[in-house]
C-alpha cells in the first residue's frame, strides 16, 4: 500500500537557520508530490507541489522542494526561516491507484527558536 | 481570493447525536472532498464527491456519514449518531478537476468534539 512517511516528529530551528523537512513516499511511479502547512488554528495551505519537470519546485512563502527519484524523497527545504513558519507541515502524494485521493504523513511540527 | 469555507469553527455534542458540518466548496470547483485528522494522526480521507454522487470513499466512512450537496453553494458532511472516536478536525475541500496534478483547496476546518 501506498504510504508518506515523515520521519521527524518535531524539528527546532534558530530563526534565521536554514530548514530541511524530510518526507518519504512508498510507490511504485512517481506520484503526485505536495507540501502543506497548517497554521496554529488553521486550515492547510498549499505549499508546493511537483507533477513533473523540474524536480526542484518553488513554492510560496520562499519554501522549496526536491524531487529525488532514487530516493523515493521530496524534502522540503528553506534557506532562512522566520517567527511566522512556526506550523506543522505535512507531506502528502496522490496516486493513480488510490484515485488520487491524497495520502498524508503525519507531519513535522516546526518550532523556531528566537 | 475565493476560498473554501466551513462552519462551525468548533462543534461539541453528546454522543449518540447528530451533526451536520457545513462547507463552501469555491464557486467553480466540481470536485469535493471531506477529510479528518483526529488529534495527534495523520489526515484521513473520507469520501469524494462529483455530480450529485460519491464517487470514492474510506473505510471510515460507513453507514454513519453522509454527504449532500443540497444546493448549488454547500456541501455537508452529517453524522447520525455520534460517537467519542468521531472527535477530530474535519476538512472539507474542493477541486476543479480530479486527477493526482490539481490541487485540493481546503477550508479552515471544523472541530467536533464528541463528549
Known amino acids: 500500500a501506498q504510504s508518506v512517511t515523515q520521519p521527524d516528529i518535531h524539528i527546532t530551528v534558530s530563526e534565521g537557520a536554514s530548514l530541511e523537512l524530510r518526507c518519504n513516499y512508498s510507490y511504485g511511479a512517481t506520484p503526485y508530490l505536495f507540501w502543506y502547512v497548517q497554521s496554529p488554528g488553521q486550515g492547510l495551505q498549499l505549499l508546493l507541489k511537483y507533477f513533473s519537470g523540474d524536480t526542484l519546485v518553488q513554492g510560496i512563502k520562499g519554501f522549496e522542494a526536491e524531487f529525488k527519484r532514487s530516493q523515493s524523497s521530496f524534502n522540503l527545504r528553506k534557506p532562512s526561516v522566520h517567527w511566522s513558519d512556526a506550523a506543522e507541515y505535512f507531506c502528502?502524494?496522490?496516486?493513480?491507484?488510490?484515485?488520487?485521493?491524497?495520502?498524508w504523513g503525519a507531519g513535522t511540527k516546526l518550532i523556531i527558536k528566537p | 481570493e475565493p476560498e473554501v469555507t466551513q462552519t462551525p469553527s468548533h462543534q461539541v455534542t453528546q454522543m449518540g447525536q447528530e451533526v451536520i458540518l457545513r462547507c463552501v466548496p469555491i464557486s467553480n470547483h466540481l470536485y469535493f472532498y471531506w477529510y479528518r485528522q483526529i488529534l495527534g494522526q495523520k489526515v484521513e480521507f473520507l469520501v469524494s464527491?462529483?455530480?450529485?454522487?460519491?464517487?470514492?470513499k474510506s473505510e471510515i466512512f460507513d453507514d454513519q456519514f453522509s454527504v449532500e450537496r443540497p444546493d448549488g453553494s454547500n456541501f455537508t458532511l452529517k453524522i447520525r449518531s455520534t460517537k467519542l472516536e468521531d472527535s477530530a478536525m474535519y476538512f472539507c475541500a474542493s477541486s476543479v478537476r480530479q486527477g493526482g496534478n490539481n490541487e485540493q483547496f481546503f477550508g479552515p476546518g471544523t472541530r467536533l468534539t464528541v463528549l
Open positions: 464527491f462529483y455530480n450529485n454522487e460519491i464517487s470514492e
Open positions: 502528502a502524494v496522490a496516486v493513480m491507484d488510490s484515485n488520487y485521493q491524497l495520502i
